[in-house]
Structure formats: structure tokens, C-alpha cells
């Protein structure tokens, strides 16, 4: 199994995704963890049906992607991994769903959220559950869309916002 | 009448408009929702609602034109999908939101619907093949 791409877009499967970054890792299966989709079956057939058909796709709860993830039976993909929000990108994580590498796509405006740069605006949940996936070794980076360049995500939040 | 709003990435969906009315002149109940790069869903969503609350009063139905299956704008309004109230034709091109115009008097929503899937992609020509 290879994991070509683990990003966190809050719209999870839609045109950035299909369009630009699926083409640009080279995926060949899009996997989407999210407890909302999962149990919304309009939500989940529409997403499902704007996946090229060469491509294989999963979506699930956080929980049943974690066990499929362990499972094997993704071995001969390369994926691209969607999360809604931090807080799954973090208990994906601690629950054994490993990646070394988090990109950060759309995570949007919401009551208390700082805006960090024009797709990404966090409060300080976020900024926590962000810092103990880069304690753990992930590498963080922000980058909407493959022309965007690549920054780490420590550069964009202030220093006093972090726990030191 | 049956009340129309284009949701597309960026300012298509008002460019459509503005391009509609250039050729068949002011049009009612029609509106226009944009979402662009740094649009929360909850915003645009709240917007889209709106917008189909304004466009829908009289009861006889909302007809969402989306740029894109697969796209956020398609997205979020699926999340409206109501038989017989609210219907989406995904795709939107010129000829398509010109029938859309002309055609929501004389039809009920989901044969207006039905009518612009096909009419739409049979707007999509190759000059060279008609040579």
C-alpha cells in the first residue's frame, strides 16, 4: 500500500480534489473517513459517483477506514486519504491509521476559528491536535492545490499559539 | 413560477446570468451563488438556502443549475434535493439556462428538470462535424 496523499478538506471528495491533486500523485483509490458522510446515503452516493471509474473508492466512519487501513486488503493502492477536520486526522492517527506525511487543503471559517491563510483557519483545538501529529513525527504542510506552493504549517500560525 | 439559482466555483454563476439577460433580457426569480476559494460551506450553504427560501415563495418549485458533478457548489446543494420542490440539473451551459428561462412556465418541475439534462447535452456541438 502506498498513501500518495492524506489531506484534511473539509469538503473531502469535490472538484480541487478530483481535478488536480488525483491526476497529480498519480492515486488510484480516494478513501474519505468521515462519520457524516458515512451515515448520509445522499451525500455518500453522490461523492461516490464523481469518482472516475477506474478509480476504487472507500468511505467510511474514521473507525471502519482505521480497521480497513489494517486490514491489508488496500495493499496494491495508492491512495489518496481524505479527513474532514483535525480532530479525525488525530484519532485516525492514534489508533494505528500511520501516515509521516498531512497536507492541509480547505479547513474553513467557523465561530472562534483564526484565519491562517485564505483555505485554512483553525482555533486553538486544532493548533492542538496539529502539534501532537507533528510531535509524533508527521510532517505538516499547507498546499490547496498542487500549484500552491508548499509551506509548512508552523509558518503559518503565530508563535504564541503554540504550546511551547 | 418556478424560481431558478446558478451555483457555480467563482462568478460563472452571475456571468451566466449577466450573459442570459444580454440575450433575452431581465429575467425574475433567478439568482446567482458563488463560492469561491476561501467560502466556509456553512456560508455558502446559509446563502443557498436563502436564496431558494427567496426564489421558491410561491410554492411552485426551485430549479439549482450547478457547473459541476463532483464540484462543492453540486455538493452542497444536493443537500436541498426535495421531490417536487427543489430538483438540480448539474452542468450548466448558455442554452441550457436560456431553456431553463423559457421553459418554467409551461412545466411542472421534474419535466423541466428531465427536458434540461437532455437539452443541455444536446447543446454541445462540433462545428467541423457538420461540414
Redesign the interface.
Known amino acids: 500500500m502506498s498513501l500518495v496523499l492524506t489531506r484534511i478538506d473539509n469538503r473531502l471528495i469535490h472538484g480541487q480534489v478530483l481535478e488536480t491533486w488525483v491526476p497529480y500523485v498519480h492515486a488510484d483509490c480516494i478513501v474519505v473517513a468521515n462519520d457524516e458522510i458515512a451515515s448520509s446515503p445522499l451525500k455518500r452516493m453522490m461523492m461516490e459517483a464523481s469518482v472516475p471509474s477506474r478509480m476504487r473508492v472507500e468511505i467510511g466512519t474514521v473507525d471502519e477506514i482505521t480497521a480497513l487501513f489494517g486490514s491489508g486488503s488496500l495493499e496494491k493502492c495508492k491512495i489518496l486519504l481524505l479527513f474532514g477536520n483535525t480532530a479525525d486526522a488525530l484519532r485516525a492517527y492514534r489508533n494505528g491509521l500511520i501516515y509521516q506525511r498531512l497536507n492541509l487543503g480547505n479547513l474553513h471559517a467557523g465561530a472562534g476559528k483564526t484565519r491562517l491563510s485564505c483555505t485554512i483557519f483553525l482555533d486553538k483545538e486544532d493548533i492542538g491536535f496539529l502539534q501532537e501529529l507533528d510531535v509524533a513525527g508527521v510532517a505538516i504542510t499547507a498546499r490547496c492545490i498542487p500549484a500552491d506552493s508548499e509551506r509548512s504549517w508552523k509558518k503559518l500560525v503565530p508563535r504564541r499559539k503554540l504550546k511551547q | 413560477m418556478i424560481g431558478i439559482i446558478v451555483v457555480t466555483?467563482a462568478q460563472l454563476a452571475g456571468e451566466f446570468i449577466n450573459a442570459a439577460e444580454l440575450i433575452i433580457g431581465p429575467a425574475e426569480k433567478l439568482l446567482a451563488v458563488s463560492i469561491d476559494?476561501?467560502?466556509?460551506?456553512?456560508?455558502a450553504q446559509e446563502q443557498l438556502s436563502h436564496s431558494v427560501q427567496i426564489v421558491g415563495e410561491d410554492g411552485d418549485g426551485v430549479l439549482i443549475l450547478t457547473d459541476?458533478?463532483?464540484?462543492?457548489p453540486?455538493?452542497i446543494s444536493?443537500?436541498l434535493?426535495s421531490p417536487g420542490k427543489v430538483e438540480i440539473v448539474t452542468g450548466v451551459n448558455l442554452p441550457l439556462l436560456l431553456k431553463a428561462i423559457s421553459g418554467r412556465r409551461s412545466q411542472a418541475l421534474e419535466a423541466l428538470a428531465a427536458m434540461l439534462k437532455d437539452y443541455g447535452r444536446s447543446a454541445v456541438m462540433r462545428p467541423m462535424e457538420m461540414l
Open positions: 466555483h476559494r476561501s467560502s466556509a460551506l456553512e456560508a459541476m458533478f463532483g464540484g462543492t453540486t455538493n444536493a443537500e434535493l
